[in-house]
């Protein structure tokens, strides 16, 4: 091995400009470009403090690790994510050289900045575009000659955006950059971004504030004072082992990453790897737009596989020395149980588990807009291991609001009793039922009235009255929804919400009035005021919108306005907020905040308990 590793200590300009034809490659089994503007900030930071520094030692940004085995092709097995970040910041840096180079004055004085900015604009130009000195001027005149020059080619099958680089490398400047830059939908501002734009946004930026020299000092320090150790490989098969045991930026590697590439492996091996590489690209597509809408992301798919797969193997259930049964509850971590524990049984065939993984996302999309699994998700993150187990059992085509409902009450019914106790997930209470139990969710022969028995048992242990007490001392919100929900249902009204639903309380907890509306409320004591206004009953779902512009009003007052006019309930698609447009009484006082609750209270009791069944 040490005869086909070749180590060697280079500049940033020395390692980034590439011989003619040759390129950099980012692997398909190398994960997507995921620094982020926090990684870039100490980039620039360590920059910057050398720059200041004027210190005689070259700065070093670490190793790079490249195979070298294709021809014209470098391929990055440890530094991408530092690869793509130089070069995002060249671009950055060479806008502003542009914009600079033909403000200044030719004169004595300002003649030798400006032949050592033209220097550094040749030297970025001789990376980004492979420009030779006679070149400069002619692509810095027709812009169309600096597109399509690849430098970098990603192959990841973990990246969404493989083009996002190279359309900021060719933009002609930072606004047609924007522009050409992909927009993620339903995101503001600059969460609208990648990451790729994000980062190159904020070195523009950060560049934006220094002066002609300040860009020349930091240009000339960044490209010929800065370095990394470039070790190219000549045997490919290094690749993977490098991979996972190097990552020399800091950034940790997901289970994803690592699984993926073990996937990527095997699939080689057997000749199969185009077609796992496009199956993986769109099961990580799939699962970025459910992480986006805050469902489940790569690594939770993974996880809840992992979790059916157990329960298929009934890895759960374990035979006692007595011969009597138990549930063992450890669970092993995602990345050894996929690449040790279970690696003969889910890694020997990628496209097989692509597809099982991709069949898990499919069903979350299918569900996701579902009320009840909405309400769902504003629980404890782990409820979703158990919906996806008892989902496991459907074709996608076969699931619906009606066949799933029954059960997604009944794990709702467990976890709002996690919710409002002072017992964790951990608890034999909790864990260890449902893991006895995920091996009857996934199981089509089990009935759905046989899990419901099976919950309604086991809920039996807990004490009506306890949780009665424990309910109405809750002040947090996730039983808001759940009151909400049950309401709806009680009324037979239709029940939803959407993301951007606020938590209204109906006497509100601060604000211009409060003072008066506490005494007209004979509420005298603060402690008692704060308790007060945070129970259950004295607060509601409104739109988000509204509930700005009204949270701090008099009762009678959003009683009297309309939803269209921002400055009251009536009208809206919330059924507590709705009936309260009707309220016998125009103020809201102590007496009324606690026959809500108590009324609340025995709602989401009778459901916990199933006595409205």
Not at 3 to 15: A, C, D, G, V, W
Not at 95 to 102: Q, T, V
Not at 484 to 496: H, N, R, S, V
Request: aromatic fraction near 10%.
């Amino acid at each position: 091995m040490a005869t086909s590793i070749n180590p060697e200590l280079k500049s940033i300009s020395r390692y980034l400009k590439l011989d003619k034809n040759k390129y950099f490659v980012i692997p398909e089994y190398q994960r997507g470009y995921s620094w982020t503007i926090s990684q870039c900030e100490k980039l620039w930071n360590d920059i910057e403090s050398f720059v200041e520094s004027d210190g005689d030692d070259n700065y070093f940004f670490g190793t790079v690790i490249i195979d070298c085995s294709h021809s014209n092709q470098l391929s990055l097995i440890d530094g991408q994510q530092r690869t793509t970040t130089f070069l995002l910041l060249l671009k950055a840096l060479l806008l502003h050289i542009n914009k600079i180079i033909p403000k200044i004055v030719d004169d004595e004085v300002l003649r030798g900045l400006k032949s050592g900015l033209e220097d550094r604009q040749k030297v970025i130009m001789s990376i980004l575009y492979r420009a030779k000195p006679i070149d400069v001027v002619d692509m810095l005149e027709n812009t169309e000659k600096i597109k399509n020059i690849l430098i970098l080619q990603n192959n990841s099958i973990n990246e969404l955006h493989h083009d996002e680089l190279n359309k900021i490398i060719e933009a002609e400047n930072f606004d047609i950059a924007q522009k050409n830059a992909f927009k993620i939908p339903r995101k503001q501002k600059d969460n609208q971004y990648t990451n790729h734009f994000r980062n190159f946004k904020f070195f523009y930026e950060q560049l934006a504030d220094k002066s002609e020299s300040q860009i020349y000092k930091f240009a000339e320090i960044f490209l010929d004072e800065c370095e990394v150790i470039a070790i190219r490989s000549e045997q490919t098969e290094q690749a993977i082992t490098m991979f996972n045991s190097l990552n020399s930026t800091g950034l940790p590697l997901s289970d994803s990453d690592i699984i993926s590439a073990q996937l990527y492996a095997n699939a080689k091996k057997d000749d199969m790897h185009e077609k796992f590489n496009g199956n993986w690209a769109d099961l990580n597509k799939l699962a970025s737009r459910l992480n986006q809408s805050k469902i489940v992301n790569l690594d939770n798919i993974l996880q809840q596989y992992m979790y059916i797969h157990r329960a298929i193997g009934n890895e759960y259930v374990k035979t006692k020395d007595d011969g009597g049964l138990s549930i063992d509850v450890t669970t092993p971590g995602l990345r050894r149980y996929y690449t040790e524990i279970k690696k003969d049984d889910l890694l020997t065939n990628p496209l097989e588990l692509c597809q099982k993984l991709t069949d898990i996302a499919n069903k979350w999309e299918k569900v996701q807009e579902y009320p009840i699994v909405k309400l769902m998700l504003k629980n404890n993150e782990n409820i979703k291991l158990f919906l996806a187990g008892y989902l496991y059992r459907f074709d996608v085509d076969d699931i619906s609001q009606e066949n799933i409902s029954t059960v997604c009450e009944s794990l709702l019914r467990l976890f709002t009793l996690l919710e409002v106790g002072h017992l964790g997930y951990s608890s034999s209470k909790f864990k260890t039922f449902l893991f006895g139990e995920i091996v009857k969710l996934i199981d089509k022969n089990i009935s759905i009235d046989e899990i419901k028995q099976n919950f309604d048992k086991h809920i039996s242990q807990w004490q009506p009255e306890d949780v009665k007490i424990l309910i109405s001392d809750y002040d947090k919100n996730i039983l808001v929804f759940l009151n909400e929900y049950l309401f709806a249902k009680q009324k037979d009204l239709p029940f939803d919400f959407v993301e951007s639903v606020n938590i209204e309380h109906i006497m509100p907890a601060s604000g211009r009035n409060i003072d008066t509306i506490r005494q007209d409320a004979n509420i005298a004591d603060i402690d008692e005021f704060k308790s007060l206004v945070n129970k259950i009953g004295n607060k509601i779902l409104l739109e988000g919108d509204v509930n700005k512009s009204i949270g701090k009003d008099w009762f009678k007052t959003k009683k009297q306005n309309t939803i269209g006019d921002r400055k009251g309930y009536k009208d809206s698609k919330y059924a507590i907020a709705k009936s309260l447009v009707d309220y016998s009484k125009d103020q809201w006082e102590k007496d009324d905040i606690l026959t809500a609750t108590d009324e609340a209270v025995a709602r989401i009791s009778d459901f916990i308990f199933a006595k409205n069944k």
